[in-house]
């Protein structure tokens, strides 16, 4: 079975651009949940999706958004981009979302924000 | 206040010795706890988990240890390699969502 599969694995972007990271999550599993890592703060949980609503949120602001599609698919959008974004940003995709499948991870996007 | 920046705690172990690697969670009503290992240039693996109506949990040379009176979660790896260097984080899951401590870095010396 393929694992979570994140798109691009770098991007270099300038301050005050938008960027789109790619999700696609291990078959058959519904639940998507976007993480930003970095080595100030850790693993900060965004937002998780189900069945292409949003289900829960972290304490991001509003330049970060999301989706789902109806394929559980996911994007993640990070507007009007600033220096501080820079990050590693996780998807990870578990069966339910739930308190009873773990959470597994793809490898990430490196954002780079100059 | 927002925390100044992450001071990652090391732990060297000698190749073959058992590794024991902590984490004090925060939330007494979690009750579900996992184990990731993160090699450099990879996103986060799934090493074991526990549920909170257990104590112990045996994989495949690792044990994980929950003390639910003390909220403290321990990974234990046994006949440590150097394959096993990376960083370990414990995740909780509170509320929706799972909430990660800031994680141990393993580095197994020959």
């Known amino acids: 079975k393929a694992g979570v599969t994140q798109t691009p694995r770098y991007l270099i972007k300038t301050r005050g651009q938008q960027v789109t990271l790619s999700c696609s999550p291990i078959?058959?599993?519904?639940?998507v949940s976007w993480y930003q890592q970095t080595p100030g703060q850790g693993l900060q949980f965004l937002f998780e999706?189900?069945?292409?609503?949003?289900?829960n949120k972290g304490n991001f602001p509003g330049r970060f958004s999301g989706r789902q599609f109806s394929n559980s698919r996911s994007e993640m959008n990070v507007s009007t981009l600033e220096l501080g974004d820079s990050a590693l940003y996780l998807c990870?995709?578990?069966?339910?979302?739930?308190?009873?499948?773990?959470?597994?991870f793809g490898n990430g996007t490196r954002l780079t924000v100059t | 206040g927002e925390s100044v920046g992450l001071h990652l705690p090391t732990l060297s172990v000698q190749e073959g010795d058992n590794s024991i690697i902590n984490c004090a969670y925060s939330?007494?009503?979690?009750?579900?706890f996992i184990w990731y290992k993160q090699e450099s240039g990879k996103g986060p693996q799934f090493i074991i988990d526990?549920?909170?109506?257990?104590d112990k949990r045996q994989g495949q040379r690792v044990t994980v240890l929950l003390n639910k009176t003390v909220k403290h979660l321990s990974l234990q790896i046994a006949a440590t390699q150097p394959g096993d260097s990376a960083v370990y984080f414990c995740a909780e899951n509170y509320g929706q969502n799972f909430v990660f401590g800031p994680g141990t870095r393993l580095s197994v010396l020959p």
């Open positions: 078959s058959g599993h519904r639940s």
């Open positions: 999706y189900f069945s292409e609503t949003q289900r």
């Open positions: 526990i549920r909170s109506n257990m």
């Open positions: 939330n007494s009503a979690s009750d579900y």
């Open positions: 990870a995709s578990s069966l339910t979302g739930n308190d009873d499948s773990p959470l597994h």
